[in-house]
């Protein structure tokens, strides 16, 4: 190991031996001493900051696990979250910023909701210091919320309604926050995704993280159906898309008859002709059954962005839809 690097490594644990188990401002002081934290303007080294957070953390949970598991985790879980999306690993960014959220439920002593975690989820900016990673998801999100209001015609969605009215009913729940943060990482990542479409070989290559990345819409949009329509008669929980559409709850505001099967993704797209409820909804769960299965498909489907961009939009227009309708 590095001298400088064990120097650390002693004088960390050597605080961490006398800290108390049960006080977050000691602890935030501890991990404000010993934290890196990140630059507000500008990128600056985030994945080698985000490495010294997570050696920290490993370091301390090897020591004492008992103590790393009791003492307050909120900061250094915030500023991991901040890092990884200045390195656009959306998914780790996400799931600590849960981990913040669920620290400080834990732990603060004021609303837990009200502390920058939960502003993070959200989407306010105002006294965060993450206040620019904050913008650049509003931004994506406005994008589509817009565009769906397009579509849609008879919608007046906006961002403060769509956190006032959904985000809102769903984040008090750690099963159910986990909804919210899979769904900004899918907005995020449509635009990796659309490059590595572009840059790719003439020749082609592996599908799997188009795929992937449109499965995960289509559970997002599973996961709010199981949210509004757990159960079919008795008690039963619904357990696909077929049933939820099948469901008498649902069939009172939705119409019937959407169909959830198809043979191929490229028959998906293909059929994808209109911005409709009726196309969205059926669009999004022949996803979920047909990328759910297999990942080798025709390898020209993703040659050009049109269709991806098509499947994409669909599965936002689906979840949007059941924000305007449901919540």
């Not at 479409?197 to 599908?207: F, N």
């Not at 269709?307 to 936002?316: G, P, R, S, T």
Request: charged residues 25%; hydrophobic residues 40%.
């Amino acid at each position: 190991m590095d001298a400088g690097l064990d120097t650390l490594r002693k004088k960390v644990l050597a605080d961490f031996t006398s800290l108390p188990y049960n006080n977050p401002k000691k602890a935030d002081d501890f991990f404000m001493k010993f934290g890196v934290g990140n630059t507000i303007s500008d990128l600056d080294q985030p994945f080698e900051r985000f490495i010294y957070y997570e050696f920290l953390l490993d370091t301390l949970m090897n020591s004492d696990f008992e103590k790393y598991q009791n003492i307050h985790k909120g900061i250094p879980f915030y500023f991991l979250a901040w890092l990884a999306f200045d390195f656009r690993n959306y998914e780790k960014a996400l799931y600590y910023i849960d981990s913040a959220i669920s620290e400080d439920i834990k732990n603060a002593e004021k609303e837990p909701f009200k502390l920058p975690a939960s502003n993070f989820l959200l989407l306010n900016p105002e006294k965060q210091v993450a206040s620019r990673t904050i913008q650049i998801i509003c931004l994506t999100l406005e994008e589509e919320i817009s565009r769906f209001n397009s579509i849609s015609k008879s919608s007046e969605l906006s961002p403060k309604l769509f956190i006032d009215k959904f985000v809102l009913d769903l984040i008090k729940k750690p099963e159910n926050r986990t909804i919210i943060s899979a769904f900004y990482v899918f907005l995020l990542e449509y635009s990796e995704r659309q490059k590595e479409i572009k840059m790719r070989s003439s020749e082609g290559g592996s599908i799997a993280p188009f795929i992937l990345h449109l499965f995960s819409g289509a559970l997002i949009f599973e996961s709010i159906l199981k949210y509004l329509y757990p159960y079919k008669k008795k008690k039963i929980p619904n357990q696909t898309i077929g049933e939820i559409f099948h469901n008498s709850s649902f069939l009172q505001i939705y119409p019937p008859n959407i169909p959830t099967y198809a043979d191929s993704i490229l028959n998906i797209s293909n059929e994808a002709l209109d911005n409709s409820l009726f196309t969205a909804f059926s669009t999004t769960a022949k996803i979920r059954n047909t990328a759910g299965h297999n990942l080798v498909w025709d390898n020209t489907i993703f040659s050009e962005t049109e269709k991806y961009q098509i499947l994409f939009q669909q599965e936002v227009n689906a979840i949007l839809y059941l924000v305007v309708n449901n919540f």
